[in-house]
């Protein structure tokens, strides 16, 4: 597999995953580049078990976990729910309540764990399989059932308390 055509599969859900992660573009933007690097050296050892999105995004979960047990351990802990703040006030009626709910639903994700924030970031924003979801937390498929529902549980219900 060329590096370029890994790239291009991956880069948009490595980028996606990260800022949902880090609360931070610039950090994810950061984290990015280290997660493709990462790629383009150890091409060789892609044995192509699974697809290269998959592959990127087990790595950009490494990457994130490296980063965040060493210089911010509060990514990897529930966290309390905080009201929305710095909201544009000058955007369009709609746009503002497009913006307040992405925020929104941004905040509830981070009262989760890291691993529910994962496994639901990748089943419904990523829309990955189990499978995949499974190699890339290096769990058994079952289990990754087992924590997205319960993920998702929890998730309806700090969601459905905010509101």
């Known amino acids: 597999m060329k590096f370029a055509t890994a790239y291009e599969e991956s880069r948009d859900a490595v980028y996606g995953y990260l800022v949902y992660m880090t609360k931070d573009v610039q950090l994810a933007e950061d984290l990015s580049q280290e997660v493709?690097?990462?790629?383009?050296?150890?091409?060789?050892?892609?044995?192509?078990?699974?697809?290269a999105r998959t592959w990127a995004l087990r790595i950009a979960?490494?990457?994130?976990?490296?980063?965040?047990r060493k210089k911010q351990p509060l990514l990897l802990i529930e966290q309390e729910w905080e009201p929305l703040s710095d909201i544009n006030e000058n955007l369009p009626e709609q746009e503002m309540i497009n913006k307040e709910n992405a925020q929104y639903v941004r905040d509830c994700l981070?009262?989760?764990?890291?691993s529910e924030r994962t496994v639901l970031l990748l089943r419904d924003f990523e829309e990955l399989?189990?499978?995949?979801?499974?190699?890339?937390?290096?769990?058994?498929?079952?289990?990754?059932?087992?924590?997205?529902?319960?993920?998702r549980q929890k998730f309806r219900k700090i969601y459905e308390s905010m509101q």
């Not at 981070?110 to 890291?114: F, G, I, W």
């Open 129 to 151: 399989s189990y499978e995949e979801i499974a190699r890339i937390m290096d769990l058994s498929a079952d289990v990754v059932k087992s924590r997205l529902y319960r993920a």
């Open 110 to 114: 981070m009262c989760l764990a890291e």
């Open 61 to 68: 979960r490494n990457v994130f976990l490296t980063y965040a």
């Open 36 to 51: 493709f690097l990462r790629m383009f050296l150890h091409l060789d050892k892609f044995r192509g078990q699974a697809s």
